[in-house]
C-alpha cells in the first residue's frame, strides 16, 4: 500500500539548491515536501563536499603555517595526528549544519519524505525508501535539484579500495605514504593539500597544460609554483593511461610530457575528473522533460524545464557545478512558481580553490575577454609588494583586476593567502558596474591584503607607477 501526500512545490533532492528553493517556496506561503535519499538535508555540498573540506582544509592550514615559523623563531615541532579526532571534528561540523537544516525546514512546516524519488508523470513523483514503501506525492510544481556525482573512469578499478573518489578521501580511511590525484581540478588539489599536510607524498597527474583549467595561466602559473613545494610532482600534459590493483599497490602508467618511463605505485589513488549530473537517474521522461545525453535538464531564465510546472536547480542544469549558483537558483525557481517576475541573470558567478594558497576568480577570465573579443586591460598588483603580505609569508600571491574600454571592472582574479574571502570586493564590484576610479578612491585599511584590490585599480588609473 502506498501512502499520498499533495505539494504545491515538491523539491526533488535536499543539497543547497534544493533547501533553498524549499524553505524559500515556504516562507512565500507554499505548501512544500522535500524528497531526499538520504537521512540528512544538505547534499553533496555539507556532508561530502564543501563543507566537510573546508574542514579539513582548515586543519591542514594550521599545519602548513606551524612548518614556517621556525625561520622567524617559533618551532612547534613535528604535528601529532589523531585521524579518529580529525573525522569527529568533521563529523561535528556536519552534524551542526544539517541538524540546523532539519530544524529550519520543521520551523517553515516543509515536510521531507526520505527515500529515492522518481518521476511517475508531470504531477507525481513516487517515493521509495529503503523498506520499499512508496509514497506518491501529487504537486503542482516540482523543483528538481538532484544534484551530481562523481565521473568513474572506465580503465579505472573503482571497487578497489584504495581507488577514492571525493566521498572517499573525505572519509580519511588512513594517511597513504604515496598518493596519486588524478585530474587537476578544484576538488583533486584541495584533497591534495589535505593529505600533503596529514603526510603523504602526493602526485598530481593533468591532461591538459595547466592545473585548474578555466582560470587564467599567469594566476595558476603563480599558483603552480607555490603549490610545486607541497606537491612530489606535478605532471601536466600527462594522462594516466592504465590503472592496475595489486596486492602491493595500484600501480599506474603515465603517457604524456611528464610521463615516469615506468609504471608509478601508489597506496591510494583520488580519481576527481569532474562530476556527472542525475538527470537520466529520475525518471525524467515519464513527466516528459528533455535531458541532455550528458544528463542535463535544459531550463530558461526563470529555470524552468520545457514542462511548465517543472523546474530544475544547481548541478543537474549546468557549470559552474557550485553550491552558490545552486543556491540562488533556488531561490529564482521558488519566487517564480509564487507568482514573482524573477530571472537567474548575474553578472558573475565566483570560483575560488580553497587550495593553499587559494586561487579565486570572478567575472571574465583574460581567456574568456579574449574569446568573446572585448577589448580590455589588465592591472595586477603583485604580494611581494604588499607590508601585511611581506609580514605574514604570503608574498607568493598576486590580484589582477580587468578593465574594458570604459575603464569599468569586467574581472577578477587573485592567487595566495584568503584569495576566497578577499574575492568578495571584486564580486561587488563588479555587480555595481564599478570603474576604476571607484575602487582607486575607495579608501582600503592598511595593511591588509585587500589593499592589493585598490593598488591594482590605482595601478591602472596611472596614480601608482613604481612598485618597491
Ligand atoms: P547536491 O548537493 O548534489 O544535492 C542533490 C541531492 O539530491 C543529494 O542530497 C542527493 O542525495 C539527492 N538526490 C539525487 N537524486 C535523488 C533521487 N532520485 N531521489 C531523492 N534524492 C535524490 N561547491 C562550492 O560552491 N564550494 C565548494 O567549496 C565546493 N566544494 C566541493 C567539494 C567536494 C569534495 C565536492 C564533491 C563538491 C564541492 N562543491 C563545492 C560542489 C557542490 O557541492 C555542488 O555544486 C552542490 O552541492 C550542488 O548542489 P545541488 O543542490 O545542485 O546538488
Redesign the pocket.
Known amino acids: 500500500m502506498s501512502k499520498e501526500v499533495k505539494a504545491q512545490v515538491v523539491v526533488?533532492?535536499?543539497?543547497?539548491?534544493?533547501?533553498s528553493a524549499a524553505f524559500r517556496a515556504a516562507d512565500l506561503g507554499l505548501e512544500t515536501v522535500i524528497?531526499?535519499?538520504?537521512s540528512t538535508?544538505?547534499?553533496?555540498?555539507?556532508?561530502?563536499?564543501?563543507i566537510?573540506?573546508?574542514a579539513l582544509l582548515h586543519l591542514a592550514k594550521h599545519i602548513e603555517d606551524a612548518k614556517h615559523t621556525g625561520a622567524q623563531g617559533i618551532d612547534f615541532g613535528a604535528p601529532k595526528i589523531d585521524l579518529d579526532k580529525i573525522r569527529q571534528h568533521k563529523e561535528n561540523v556536519i552534524g551542526q549544519l544539517t541538524g540546523g537544516l532539519s530544524q529550519m525546514s520543521k520551523l517553515r512546516k516543509v515536510k521531507v519524505v526520505t527515500?529515492?524519488?522518481?518521476f511517475a508523470s508531470d504531477k507525481q513523483l513516487k517515493?521509495t525508501d529503503n523498506d520499499g514503501q512508496v509514497t506518491v506525492v501529487n504537486f503542482e510544481h516540482a523543483i528538481i535539484?538532484?544534484?551530481?556525482?562523481?565521473i568513474k573512469l572506465p580503465f579505472v578499478p573503482h571497487d578497489d579500495e584504495r581507488v577514492w573518489d571525493?566521498?572517499a578521501?573525505?572519509e580519511l580511511r588512513y594517511i597513504p605514504e604515496r598518493m596519486l590525484i588524478l585530474g587537476g581540478g578544484?576538488?583533486g588539489l584541495?584533497?591534495g593539500c589535505v593529505y600533503s599536510a596529514l603526510g603523504a607524498k602526493v602526485d598530481v597527474v593533468e591532461m591538459t597544460e595547466q592545473l585548474i583549467p578555466p582560470a587564467d595561466k599567469d594566476i595558476i602559473k603563480a599558483f603552480t609554483k607555490s603549490i610545486s613545494k607541497k606537491f612530489d610532482n606535478i605532471m601536466l600534459n600527462t594522462k594516466a593511461a592504465k590503472v592496475e590493483a595489486k596486492k602491493d599497490g595500484i600501480y599506474v602508467t603515465f603517457e604524456g610530457d611528464k610521463a615516469p618511463e615506468k609504471p608509478v605505485k601508489y597506496d591510494a589513488v583520488l580519481v576527481a575528473v569532474g562530476?556527472a549530473p542525475?538527470g537520466n537517474?529520475?525518471g525524467a521522461e515519464n513527466a516528459g522533460i528533455k535531458v541532455s545525453d550528458r544528463g542535463f535538464i535544459e531550463v530558461d531564465k526563470q529555470q524552468r524545464t520545457n514542462v511548465s510546472n517543472i523546474f530544475a536547480?544547481?548541478?543537474?542544469v549546468g557549470q559552474?557545478?557550485?553550491?552558490?549558483?545552486?543556491?540562488h537558483e533556488?531561490h529564482v525557481a521558488a519566487e517564480v512558481i509564487a507568482g514573482k517576475k524573477h530571472y537567474f541573470d548575474p553578472k558573475l558567478i565566483p570560483s575560488?580553490a580553497?587550495t593553499d594558497p587559494e586561487v579565486a576568480w570572478a567575472g571574465l577570465t583574460e581567456k574568456e575577454a579574449k574569446a568573446q573579443g572585448i577589448e580590455y586591460e589588465a592591472a595586477v598588483f603583485p604580494w611581494a609588494a604588499s607590508g601585511r603580505a611581506i609580514a605574514q609569508g604570503a608574498t607568493d600571491g598576486f590580484t589582477k583586476l580587468l578593465f574594458d574600454k570604459n575603464n569599468r571592472i569586467i574581472g577578477g582574479a587573485i592567487v595566495g593567502s584568503n584569495a576566497g574571502e578577499l574575492l568578495g570586493e571584486i564580486c561587488l564590484a563588479i555587480e555595481m558596474g564599478c570603474d576604476a576610479e571607484d575602487i582607486a578612491l575607495t579608501v582600503h585599511a592598511h595593511p591588509t591584503l585587500h589593499e592589493s584590490i585598490g593598488m591594482a585599480a590605482q595601478i591602472f588609473e596611472g596614480s601608482i607607477t613604481d612598485l618597491p
Open positions: 526533488l533532492g535536499g543539497g543547497p539548491g534544493g533547501y524528497v531526499e535519499r538520504y538535508l544538505g547534499g553533496v555540498c555539507l556532508n561530502v563536499g564543501c566537510p573540506s573546508k527515500g529515492v524519488g522518481e517515493v535539484a538532484a544534484g551530481s556525482q562523481s571525493s566521498t578521501a573525505l578544484i576538488i584541495e584533497m562530476r542525475n537517474k529520475i536547480i544547481g548541478d543537474i559552474p557545478m557550485l553550491a552558490h549558483k545552486a543556491a533556488g575560488i580553497y
